[in-house]
Antibody, heavy 132, light 107 residues
Framework: EVQLVESGGVLIKPGGSLRLSCAAS????????MSWVRQAPGKGLEWVGR??????????DYAAPVNGRFTVSRDDSKNTLYLQMNSLKTEDTAVYYC???????????????????????WGKGTTVTVSS | DIQMTQSPSTLSASVGDRVSITCRASQSISSWLAWYQQKPGEAPELLIYKASSLESGVPSRFSGSGSGTEFTLTISSLQPDDFATYYC?????????FGQGTKLETK
């Protein structure tokens, strides 16, 4: 069974740093692209960032509100995804979900590969509260 | 960034009704659209990917359609378990963006 279990959520003061973890099992983690999605209290879903597999370059992309403050990383030897959160703000208060998904490769006109990746498995989430 | 707009924000319906939710993208996303269902206190669950492909294990009363900028999620005959909030999400380009959500409530 594919499973994602997040941990590390706490109450923390503005300006602080925090690292979330996501333990993965039931699939080949090293081949997977992984994402973080968050949901502020009573609000909708917001994509935070994604990391590709190492074989696909291990590169990351981020949403603008967290770019430069948050870092997504992975340890394939531990089947674990991380979200390092620095310079936390009150608006970062949310449930943070770890997700994995499937990707479709399409070749463009010049033969370049483009991947379209959707999120099909979600963890139960971990709560981060940023408050003084 | 691509903006995703869902309508309506709230939908009141009864068991057995056929309901539809619309999602519009601010620019073409081809068919790179997913639909999720979320119940209170739970993580979202994938219903539909690539605009119209039904995720394994999802009941066939759920269907998706559309391409380009306009998409629809349809539930053919509402069941009690379907009262929840639904989100569309584009995965055509980064940053991925979600619609604001549609809450499906009991009439």
């Amino acid at each position: 069974e594919v499973q994602l279990v997040e941990s590390g959520g706490v109450l923390i003061k503005p300006g602080g740093s925090l690292r979330l973890s996501c333990a993965a099992s039931g699939f080949t983690f090293s081949n997977a692209w992984m994402s973080w999605v968050r949901q502020a209290p009573g609000k909708g879903l917001e994509w935070v960032g994604r990391i590709k597999s190492e074989t696909d370059g291990g590169t990351t992309d981020y949403a603008a509100p967290v770019n430069g403050r948050f870092t997504v990383s992975r340890d394939d030897s531990k089947n674990t995804l991380y979200l390092q959160m620095n310079s936390l703000k009150t608006e970062d208060t949310a449930v943070y979900y770890c997700t994995t998904g499937q990707r479709t490769m399409v070749r463009g006109i010049l033969g370049l590969k483009h991947y379209y990746y959707y999120m099909d498995v979600w963890g139960k989430g971990t709560t981060v509260t940023v408050s003084s | 960034d691509i903006q995703m707009t869902q309508s309506p924000s709230t939908l009141s319906a009864s068991v057995g009704d056929r309901v539809s939710i619309t999602c519009r993208a601010s620019q073409s996303i081809s068919s790179w659209l997913a639909w999720y269902q979320q119940k209170p206190g739970e993580a979202p669950e994938l219903l539909i990917y690539k605009a119209s492909s039904l995720e394994s294990g999802v009941p066939s009363r759920f269907s998706g359609s559309g391409s380009g900028t306009e998409f629809t999620l349809t539930i053919s005959s509402l069941q009690p378990d379907d009262f929840a909030t639904y989100y569309c999400q584009q995965y055509n380009s980064y940053p991925y963006t979600f619609g604001q959500g549609t809450k499906l409530e009991t009439k």
